[in-house]
């Protein structure tokens, strides 16, 4: 049980990783430990202490995420442990490609029984991704190849690149405690991009909005922290039990949670049995454990050392990204089956069996920029046709951020791709907001035929509210703003300028309407009969004027919204209409009447018009919310600007 990897973390930094009174006792490591060192060629690394006992596995694979090399410690007393092997075959899924082997406890054996686990270390690494890792003999006890092990890990890093900065930083929390004075602190391996103290970040799933309020590396206070780093952060105004292990801790709005996920799974060939379809198992990623079942999408099973296409349905939200690798764990008997690369981290339900899904997972696991970037605004952008209207439900565009986000690519990298596709006629910009050319062709078809339907079906309307249009188009506000911008740009849409009722009333007109250049509202000749027969009756009794229920009656509903829409009729209150003209003058007249008498009664108004009170009530009502008058009682005054 006893490898030796803490007595040789303490060994190589001075620190002891064990933190817990039981691990001492025990001489176990139990949790995750933490150290670090500064090697001879000047690089500070961190040492991630994980358990190698199979017990706690779980801890281990919470440790493991986002490390660029493994020290794989062995005893040389012992050779290779069942739980070496478990370890191995974790970091062979995980990808993990430098290491060094630390064969510790050599003063315990002669140099033949060295030889021998030296070789047969050596064999069992030749299948996996550390096959060329270095195998140094060591000693914590007496400090024999320490030195040796040291440059082993300096040659080992100078050779590892930079940890990707994407500008999306994400810290898989694999421990939370609280100081005195400090409140709560988080640890992790800072991923994706930089963290900074003062930073508004969020803590995910939970969604819980905090603030950094200082950075540590190494117990040194930091301004910002480098992708890679091992980091501590301690966060405002969230409390120590609001958080566990597993949350991530990342900028607002940048990552998302899911439940469905699709991944290529690799089953390991020590496997004793095949993955059957719909297996629950648990799953690991970052410092995450969640339950998920896994769902074959080629096969109904899968057996040891082969891999396959699955969508893992999460029984929690889990924070992860596209590229990710994970692990998965039979839960009883507790034991590794498997791991490997999430795909698609906001996939649909798929059917099992369907080769074209099959193909699209092939071509987002090998694709290039430009198919990844095309593949996310492609998901986005299904166009689902409802009856016969034909109407496009959720075509929608995706800012440049988001973009970043669905592609998993840099913001430099995506910036460049996109302009690419777009010199070569392959996205299109609108605004804000990415689209394919093809989705893109399809709104602004779609965009345009609702209104030259709108002209067909009311030929009489001046044109179709904007917000129906945007409704019908399932568009957002803002996407909507832009959509119309080009295609008025462009001379495809028009809007019409809205006109007010009374000049300087505020009160507008067909306001909010858009329509095809060049439309003009047209009667036709039964209809202009029935116009000239409405405004004969108007203009016979201008002041008992029919009502909206009348002239429907002599003309039809569309021919007298017609007359409204153009101004020629103008309708007050519940139903009463007015000739433009008519109405004009009424104002003019109720108007020179107040200015000479200061005041007026509904009886009066009724008499200087020579109208009834249905019409007059309705007319003096309207001038109340136009503020031409003010009413006390049953008389009303003048206001005066």
Known sequence: MDHGKSTLVKALTGIDPDRLTEEKERGMTIDLGFAWLTLPGGREVSLVDVPGHESFIKNMLAGVGGIDAALLVIAADEGIMPQTREHLAILDLLRVS???VALTKVDLVDEEWLNLVREEVAKYLKPTTLAEAPIVPVSAYTG?????????????LQHVSAQKNIA????????????????????????????????????LPQGLKTRIRGIQTHKQQVASSQPGSRVALNLANVARSDLVRGNVVALPGQLHTTMLLDARLQVLAEATNPLTHNTFVDFYSGSQEISAQVRLLESDEVQPGQSAWVQLRLQKPAVVTRRDR??????SPSLTIGGG???????????????????????????????FILAALDRRQVVKWTGSAKTPHGLVGYTLEEVVKQSNLAHDVTQQTLETLLSEGRVCKVGVFWFTQAAWDTLADEALRLVQDWHQLYPLRSGLSKEEWRTRLHLTPKLAAEVFSVLQATGKLEQIEAAPIVPGSGQMRSGGLIRIPGFQAQFT?????????????????????????????VAGSEVVNALLEQGTLVKLGDGILFLRVTYTEALARLVAFLQENGKITAAEARDVLGTTRKYIVP??????????????????????H
């Open 98 to 100: 430098r290491g060094v």
């Open 619 to 640: 007319l003096l009502e309207h001038m109340d919310m136009l503020h031409i008058t003010r009413r006390s009682g049953d008389e009303r005054t003048l206001v005066h």
């Open 326 to 331: 994970f692990i998965i764990r039979i839960p």
């Open 144 to 156: 024999q190849g320490l030195l040796e092990l040291l440059s082993a890990l300096d040659d080992l």
């Open 168 to 203: 999306r930083p994400r810290l898989p929390v694999d421990r939370v405690f609280s100081l005195a004075g400090f409140g709560t602190i988080v640890t992790g391996t800072l991923l994706d991009g930089v963290l900074k103290v003062g930073l508004d970040v969020e803590v």
């Open 341 to 371: 690369e999430v795909v698609d981290i906001s996939p649909r339900y798929h059917r099992r069996r369907q080769k074209p899904i099959i193909e699209s997972l092939e071509r987002l696991m090998h694709g290039t920029p430009e198919e």
């Open 525 to 553: 000749a039964a209809q202009q009969q029935q116009v000239t027969r409405l405004l004969e009756l108007f203009q016979a009794s201008p002041y008992v004027p029919p009502v909206l229920s009348e002239a429907d009656a």
